[in-house]
């Protein structure tokens, strides 16, 4: 299975967007869940992830601009960014946290912000 992430697209710097990932296997609700990106030349890192009891970590990079959070009803994790940066211009992708214990990365989704 290959975990989608939706969302993307192009934001001028300070602009806001959502990112959501459906994760449809049964043991969703028991897995730690991670948002990861890749800039171009750079190795991808996670960026945010969320228990399956609900405590989150963030990054320094991010934190205090972006929030994770999870539906596990829905089976669907999510990124809220805020006051976005140039430097947050990646390919993110959502998987579990250490990945692979729900599926394989998919294509991710690009964001893009411009200065």
């Known amino acids: 299975v290959q975990l989608q992430a939706f969302g993307g697209g192009f934001v001028e710097a300070g602009g806001s967007l959502t990112l959501s990932c459906a994760a449809p296997?049964?043991?969703?609700?028991?897995?730690?869940m991670g948002w990861y990106r890749q800039a171009p030349g750079k190795q991808r890192e996670l960026v945010a992830r969320?228990?399956?009891?609900?405590?989150?970590m963030h990054t320094n990079s991010v934190k205090g601009r972006f929030t994770i959070s999870r539906d596990n009803a829905k089976r669907e994790v999510y990124l809220q960014m805020n006051n976005l940066k140039p430097e947050d211009t990646a390919v993110y992708y959502c998987n579990s946290d250490p990945p692979g214990y729900l599926g394989v990365w998919g294509q991710g989704t690009q964001v893009t912000v411009s200065s």
């Open positions: 296997a049964s043991s969703f609700s028991g897995t730690q």
């Open positions: 969320i228990s399956r009891t609900g405590v989150r």
